[in-house]
């Protein structure tokens, strides 16, 4: 079956510390994409990458890493830095050569920082 | 700026009751808009992509259209099951957006028995 897998499905950490978040896919597609979603609100778009070995700042990129050094893994790194890190984590993958764009979602990671 | 925005916040209806969402949008120009449907503690789920104003696409109960401003999502008599939020996503056509979506906050949709 393709799909994207996310791992854990549950994150606990103590303030400072640095996580790392899975994010794998298997449908061949060329973008991958990291969200945030808080409770009650929308998606917030964290970093995203359309190609290996680059990718580009969303609107809340700031605390985060990311790395693309394979085209099915997208692994987000939430760093002490992030003043406000529990949130519910999503990944997501779509083409970008050929119509529809549509993107596809894993199940998400559900982080809580104490 | 590109905008999406969704309304009602919350939609309550009961069981064969039929209503509509609706996404409003603003972008230099579109590609294409998307709908999904998401459950508590789950990815979004893809339910259809609309790419010209007049376009109609339907699933079971749902039936999305698109003008040149606004999407509608028609639910016909609606079953709990139906209860969900409805994500609406539009992919702007400038070329500095790339590849991303922006979405809307969401229509959070009960349906009671």
């Known amino acids: 079956d393709g799909g994207i897998t996310q791992s854990p499905k549950y994150l606990f950490r103590k303030e400072g510390q640095n996580v790392t978040l899975s994010c794998e896919q298997n449908?061949?597609?060329?973008?991958m994409y990291w969200y945030r979603q808080d409770p009650g609100q929308g998606l917030r778009l964290i970093y995203y990458s359309q190609i290996v070995n680059d990718f580009q700042k969303g609107d809340i990129a700031e605390g985060y890493s990311v790395s693309r050094e394979k085209k099915e893994s997208f692994p987000l790194t939430v760093t002490s830095a992030q003043k406000n890190p529990t949130a519910f984590y999503l990944c997501a993958s779509s083409k970008i050569r050929d119509t529809p764009y549509e993107q596809y979602f894993g199940p998400g990671t559900r982080l809580t920082v104490t | 700026e590109d905008q999406v925005t969704q309304s009602p916040e919350a939609l309550r209806l009961q069981e064969g009751e039929s209503s509509s969402l609706n996404c409003s949008y603003t972008?230099?120009?579109?590609?294409?808009l998307f709908w999904y449907r998401q459950d508590p503690g789950k990815g979004p789920e893809f339910l259809f992509t609309l790419y010209s104003a007049g376009e109609e696409k339907e699933k079971e109960r749902l039936k999305a259209t698109l003008t040149k401003k606004e999407s509608f999502l028609h639910i016909t008599a609606p079953k709990p099951e139906d209860s969900a939020t409805y994500l609406c996503a539009v992919h702007p056509r400038g070329e500095t957006s790339g590849s991303r979506l922006t979405f809307g906050e969401g229509t959070q949709l009960t349906v009671n028995p």
């Open positions: 449908l061949n597609h060329d973008a």
């Open positions: 972008v230099s120009g579109l590609r294409g």
